[in-house]
């Protein structure tokens, strides 16, 4: 679907010619969304899949999930007001040129309204598409697959979390760990046969925001627990909103990123959850990091961090 009309009568038309891509474009609704926002992100998708040359409707593949989770974020970001590394706000700018959104909501912590208008953003692809990783969480989801398959993040981050971080994010965990619990008295307590990470995507996403997920094969890691080095397999690390949520050893991305799950909803099983800054390794360095904790003593260090969402330290990696 390409050129420069938009709206919901390009659309229809467009469907009506294409006829065998109405009920899959229809598959991908959110429960929660309204019509105004399904026909916007919708269009978004339709424009949009010419751009991922390997999108096959009804076909599950990384493409196909990194276009989704593209849209759900340029929806979050349009009708929620959500914001994200400034990498993907300049790409998914981009992607939305030509759709206007007719009476879109004004939030104070949208920095950039010039996206409702569609302008194309001069950043390159490339690092928006280096700024996160897949997570097969259904519409958040963002995949990349740049050398070494580490995340980057934006340039304008400083070094280390901000001593304010842990309370600046502390109600949004508060909310999700009530999120959580619900979720999980409704599937019958936690067990280890449950879709971990369909239930902590669910969650998160019920709270407006996003999981991304870090993939690196085992054997690229270093400083891993006896056992674990020099394996085949993956290692996935979840975040959400910067903080350090678990880390999963798998013989694929699927099962790492299911032990991440499984790890990650360990700490909601105490009466609360808190966000600190902890030390940890990254790279060979220790390094602060914001992380997701319960009220369980720790006696051993936390697994070496696979992305870290503050870019000064990454500059100084690359002048090292």
């Known amino acids: 679907m390409a050129g420069e009309s938009s709206g919901e009568d390009i659309v229809s038309e467009y469907l009506g010619q294409n006829p065998h891509l109405a009920p899959w474009i229809d598959s991908l609704r959110g429960y929660c969304e309204t019509n105004k926002q399904w026909f916007a992100r919708r269009e978004f998708i339709l424009r949009n899949m010419e751009t991922f040359s390997t999108v096959e409707p009804g076909v599950p593949s990384s493409s196909l999930d990194k276009l989704i989770s593209l849209s759900m974020v340029w929806a979050n970001h349009v ?10 706000m300049d790409k998914i700018k981009e992607m939305s040129e030509g759709i206007v959104v007719q009476d879109a909501p004004v939030h104070r912590t949208t920095k950039d309204e010039s996206m409702m208008k569609g302008k194309r ?30 995340a980057t993040w934006p340039m304008s981050q400083k070094a280390g979390p901000q001593p304010q971080a842990p309370a600046e994010y502390q109600p949004f965990f508060n909310r999700l760990y009530k999120t959580v619990a619900w979720k999980l008295v409704s599937a019958g307590g936690f067990g280890p046969n449950m879709d971990h990470f369909e239930i902590l ?118 002048s090292s």
């Open 79 to 88: 009708f929620l007001g959500c914001s994200y590394p400034q990498a993907v």
């Open 201 to 318: 995507r669910s969650c998160v996403e019920s709270c407006k925001q996003t999981l991304i997920c870090v993939f690196v094969p085992l054997k690229d890691i270093t400083g891993l627990p006896t056992g674990r080095t020099q394996k085949e397999g993956h290692v996935c690390e979840i975040r959400c909103q910067t903080v350090y949520m678990g880390t999963g050893y798998g013989r694929d991305e699927s099962a790492s990123r299911a032990m991440a799950a499984k790890e990650a909803l360990k700490a909601f099983q105490g009466r609360k959850v808190t966000v600190k800054i902890c030390k940890r390794r990254y790279k060979g360095r220790d390094v602060e990091d914001l992380i997701l904790l319960d009220e369980q003593p720790r006696n051993q260090g936390f697994p070496p961090a696979l992305s870290y969402p503050f870019q000064d330290m990454q500059q100084e990696d690359g």
């Open 121 to 150: 953003s001069a950043k390159s692809e490339g690092d928006a598409e280096s700024c996160v990783k897949r997570a097969k969480c259904g519409p958040n989801e963002i995949d990349s697959r740049p050398a070494g398959r580490t």
